[in-house]
């Protein structure tokens, strides 16, 4: 029990450091970096109170995919410069009440949720449902959410549908003048069309059209 | 005490995994070099040791003794950090691979889930190393390769649901047994090939190499790496080869099973069989390292996202029709 207890406040630390982290740190590479460390510590976490195909998920999707996006983006936009003047304070930023409102939501939203979990503990009785039944959490994950949620889980993965066809679409434009190489075409050329043999005349040359 | 004991007991555990582990991926980087040179006529690395054998162990003791130079205009902590992640991650996967029934040393439920993510982060080692060298060549080099591993990274995944259709568990263990009647190869032989084709490209091997194209890029990622900091770059690209084997060798070749259910041939260890199917695995990927022309890096793409993606979500539309229609979906 004392491992366990040492195990969770290890992480638990890594994670709340690493997410002040995120915020406080100068470099924006490095704010990615904490963010990582955040996602996979909080995954260590999912691990070890049992929820380990959440805790799976977690580092493929998020650590895996998503947070190699943001350090993308981050690398390749030029966001550090601006980082550093809000910090010297030379310019502020407009986001910062949308941020403020946004925070505060989250913060409510987090107090209801564990009030409720403090004073009625029977709504949250998940142990019940799901660990008593002596199967692996992937199978109790599948079986709740593909019988009594099968609606709800499909209509948000056509929400994320829908939002992947909507960014692409946004980003998408049709340039001219771009050349483009066609892979069937490059392919099924004939030596006909590519090779001409001529017969050349001493001192006169050959004349190339295009 | 009884703790402790209990630690001591883990940690010699790992050390039993890890040692052989790092000695294979020594082994394996003469083995890839040897076969390279025979496809090409040559002799390859034969002076060292009998055949060869001991060339690595040569070159780790030069890397071990070159000079590490750090580039003073170079963000220190993330670039000694990289090849550090690198090998460390390339390392950690093992411990979920099982070399027979018992022998694993974590037998995780979700086993194959942990193989993915782990496999998944090696993107960062790469990363973190190309933008902390704070140079041109290693930044396009890193892009490349996150660009192209995390394209690839999802035709494994929808490659590794076909097979957990047919078993029903992420248990790794699970998986090899499933296969006791009839390997996966045979059923899911385009699957096997996309695999092995993305396998190619997530490890950065030829014809995908392009994050250290040498033509255009100088060395990738590790041109401002030396000594045994590049050294440990280049083992953990090993150590990553040989886990993609592995898990070729589990998902698809029955991993530890004896190919016949015979007397004399289930004699053998299952570690015998799972290393010999590693390595023929391993040899397949030297020749086509030998054989093949690099890839252009729009072809790259193309093959990942309009070729190998489309054609594995096809066939698992396929697999699940299939085997809900004869009644055979795996439920327990």
């Known amino acids: 029990m004392i491992a366990h207890a040492i195990f969770f406040y290890t992480f638990s630390i890594i994670a709340v450091v690493s997410a002040i982290m995120v915020t406080a740190s100068k470099n924006t590479v490095h704010s990615v970096f904490f963010l990582i460390l955040d996602f996979i510590s909080i995954s260590c976490l999912f691990i070890m109170i049992g929820a380990e195909f959440l805790g799976m998920i977690m580092l493929i999707v998020y650590v895996g995919a998503v947070a190699v996006l943001f350090l993308f983006v981050v690398m390749m936009l030029n966001v550090a410069q601006q980082k550093n003047q809000w910090f010297t304070g030379q310019a502020t930023s407009k986001h910062i009440p949308v941020g403020l409102i946004i925070s505060t939501l989250i913060f409510f939203e987090i107090i209801i949720v564990i009030g409720g979990w403090k004073y009625k503990p029977e709504i949250f009785d998940i142990n019940n449902s799901l660990a008593s039944t002596s199967v692996s959490n992937t199978h109790s994950l599948g079986q709740v959410l593909y019988t009594d949620y099968i609606h709800v889980f499909q209509i948000s993965g056509m929400i994320l549908l829908v939002a992947m066809v909507g960014a692409i679409v946004l980003t998408f434009r049709q340039r001219s003048g771009v050349k483009k190489q066609s892979y069937i075409k490059q392919i099924s050329r004939e030596r006909a069309e590519g090779v001409e043999v001529l017969e050349v005349q001493s001192n006169k040359g050959v004349k190339i059209d295009d | ?332």
Do not use: H
């Open chain 2, 1 to 332: 005490m009884e703790y402790l004991s209990i630690v001591f007991q883990e940690v010699y555990k790992i050390l039993f995994l890890l040692v052989p582990v790092l000695v294979s991926v020594a082994m394996i980087v003469w083995l890839d070099r040897r076969v390279w040179a025979f496809v090409q006529k040559r002799q390859g690395p034969n002076v060292v040791g009998p055949f060869g054998l001991l060339q690595s162990l040569a070159d780790a003791l030069k890397y071990i003794f070159k000079e590490i130079i750090i580039p003073s205009s170079s963000n220190k902590v993330i670039f000694i950090l990289a090849p550090i992640v690198t090998m460390t991650l390339a390392l950690i996967a093992w411990a979920v691979i099982p070399f027979s029934a018992t022998q694993v040393l974590a037998d995780i439920n979700v086993g194959i889930l942990y193989l993915f993510a782990v496999s998944s982060l090696g993107v960062y080692g790469i990363i973190m190393g190309g933008w902390a060298s704070n140079s041109k060549y290693p930044f396009l080099g890193a892009i490349r390769s996150a660009a192209q591993m995390v394209s690839y990274e999802v035709s494994i995944g929808v490659i590794i649901i076909n097979v957990l259709l047919c078993v029903g568990s992420l248990n790794l263990n699970d998986i090899v047994i499933a296969q006791q009647n009839m390997w996966f190869v045979i059923p899911l032989f385009p699957m096997f090939v996309i695999f092995f084709i993305s396998a190619l490209a997530e490890t950065n091997r030829p014809p995908f190499d392009l994050p250290e194209a040498e033509a255009e890029l100088v060395a990738g990622y590790q041109t401002e790496y030396s000594g045994m900091m590049y050294a440990m770059f280049w083992l953990g690209e090993y150590a990553n080869i040989l886990l993609m084997c592995a898990m070729g060798a589990i998902l698809f070749l029955g991993g530890w099973m004896s190919p016949i259910d015979v007397y004399p041939f289930t004699l053998v260890p299952g570690a015998i069989w799972l290393i010999l199917k590693i390595l023929l695995l391993f040899i397949l990927f030297a020749l086509v390292k030998a054989i093949v022309p690099r890839y252009r890096y729009d072809q790259l793409m193309r093959l990942g996202w309009k070729v190998f993606l489309p054609l594995s979500l096809t066939w698992v539309v396929l697999t699940a029709s299939y085997l809900f229609y004869f009644n055979l979906l795996p439920v327990n």
